[in-house]
């Protein structure tokens, strides 16, 4: 687990670093082969997402739901996941909130789902949030930040792309308007392509 948690901090901290070469590296290949094989990275990478070199495993994560049971992220295996960091008292992650509902409700019907988890905060906090700003995709509790410390240590929101085997693809920090056209049409490239190479 320890080594896990170093692998993800430095993923976190390298984030930033790997995008405008990975960037460059998937429009050359794209030219260069000129084949649609390297279009979902390209896709991803405009909107600004980090795509990965390589895939990387998941370390366990398993969090109390808003509703006490466990939500593990292996229950959503075989789907594609949005793996969201955030908290009540960020302007950014509330903002990207309500795209984000629009976007799981254009999506869920595609075998992808939203899993966004509050990090360092209390569970009424999130809880009375919820209430007032009402998402149907699921929202776990990280209340001891853990896992915030893990995955969004350069900040929240961060969001992972999580592929159906499990395995994180590509990363983000910063808020976004997930209903945006062009986010929107590079996860339909995404979910056409199964994010093969």
């Known amino acids: ?15 930033p670093l790997f995008s405008a070469s990975a960037a460059e590296g998937a429009k050359t290949a794209i030219t260069a082969s000129g084949t649609q094989s390297q279009a979902w990275k390209t896709a991803l990478q405009d909107t600004g ?17 808003l509703d006490g049971k466990q939500i593990d992220i292996k229950d959503f295996a075989g789907s594609w996941v949005i793996l969201n960091f955030w908290a009540t008292w960020c302007p950014p992650c509330k903002a990207e909130m309500p795209s984000m509902e629009e976007f799981y409700k254009t ?18 906090t999130v809880k009375n949030f919820i209430k007032a700003n009402p998402h149907s995709f699921p929202i776990g509790l990280d209340s001891s930040g853990q896992l915030g410390a893990v995955f969004a240590s350069r900040g929240i929101p961060t969001t992972y ?8 693809i590509a990363g983000t920090i910063g808020g976004r308007d997930w209903m945006d056209k062009k986010t929107v049409e590079a996860f339909k490239t995404l979910l056409a392509s199964g994010g093969k190479n």
């Not at 080594?3 to 984030?15: D, E, G, N, R, V």
């Not at 999506?107 to 009424?124: M, Q, V, Y």
């Open 49 to 65: 997402f980090t795509v990965f070199p390589e895939a990387q495993t998941l370390p366990q994560i398993k969090v109390p739901g």
């Open 161 to 168: 792309i999580v592929n159906p085997e499990g395995k994180v």
């Open 1 to 15: 687990m320890k080594a896990q948690k170093i692998l993800f901090l430095i993923i976190s901290l390298l984030l």
């Open 107 to 124: 999506f869920k019907n595609n075998k992808l789902t939203i899993f966004a988890i509050s990090t360092g905060e209390k569970p009424d």
